[in-house]
Structures are given as structure tokens and as C-alpha cells.
């Protein structure tokens, strides 16, 4: 991953395993939680986004363990990870601050927004 914005799977992921280390159903649990159910990331896709994030060096496996005779893979947040969460936290709240402060300045009549 670039310097580029971070999708919003990628973010979502990120900020799932920011609370702690989680396997893949979880992150797709927490996911949908924390889009207040807007994003639901199929299987596919999180194991995608998972690879690419391992790959940066933006997440790490934890652990292993077997489940019901089938592997479960727990992720976590690599240190780099955290300061690339924290990064593009802040990006995008500064940018949601410029076009609120736009908004009003368009609508003052309309108070905040």
C-alpha cells in the first residue's frame, strides 16, 4: 500500500483489528459494526484487503489455532499499521472539517450541519 488514501475496506479492516486482535468472521462483524451496517465485506474481499494490508506491513498474523478442524487465522496491528490508521484518520477529518466550514459558510442560515 502507497502513500495513496486507503480504501474504505482497507480503513474499515484497520480500525476493526485497532480494538484488538480479531480472525477473519470477527473482522467482517466489526466491520459492519463500525459502518453501522453499510459495509459488509464478503470473503473475498476481506481476505484480499487482509493480504494486501500483511503485505504493507500494516498487519500481522497473531496466531493460529484450529477450529472445528479448520485453521483460524487471528490478524492484529502492526506498528506501522497503527500510524497509518492514525494518518488517514486524521486526513480524512481534516477534510471533513473544510467542506462542514464550506457547507456553512454556503447555508448559514441553516446553522451547523
Known amino acids: 500500500m502507497s502513500d495513496q488514501p486507503l480504501r474504505e ?3 474499515l479492516v484497520l480500525t476493526a483489528l485497532a ?3 480479531l480472525h477473519g468472521y470477527s473482522i ?7 459502518s453501522d451496517g453499510r459495509v459488509k465485506l464478503h470473503t473475498g474481499t476481506l481476505y484480499a484487503v487482509l493480504d ?13 489455532e484450529i477450529v472445528d478442524s479448520r485453521l483460524r487465522r487471528y490478524y ?10 492514525a494518518a488517514e484518520a486524521d486526513r480524512m477529518q481534516r477534510n471533513a472539517s473544510a467542506a462542514t466550514l464550506r457547507l456553512r459558510r454556503l447555508r448559514p442560515e441553516a446553522g451547523t450541519i
Do not use: N
Open 9 to 11: 475496506p482497507a480503513f
Open 19 to 21: 480494538g484488538g486482535p
Open 28 to 34: 467482517v462483524e466489526d466491520v459492519l459494526r463500525i
Open 52 to 64: 494486501r494490508l500483511r503485505e504493507a506491513g500494516l498487519i500481522e498474523v497473531e496466531r493460529e
Open 76 to 85: 492484529r496491528l502492526s506498528t506501522a499499521g497503527a500510524e497509518r490508521l
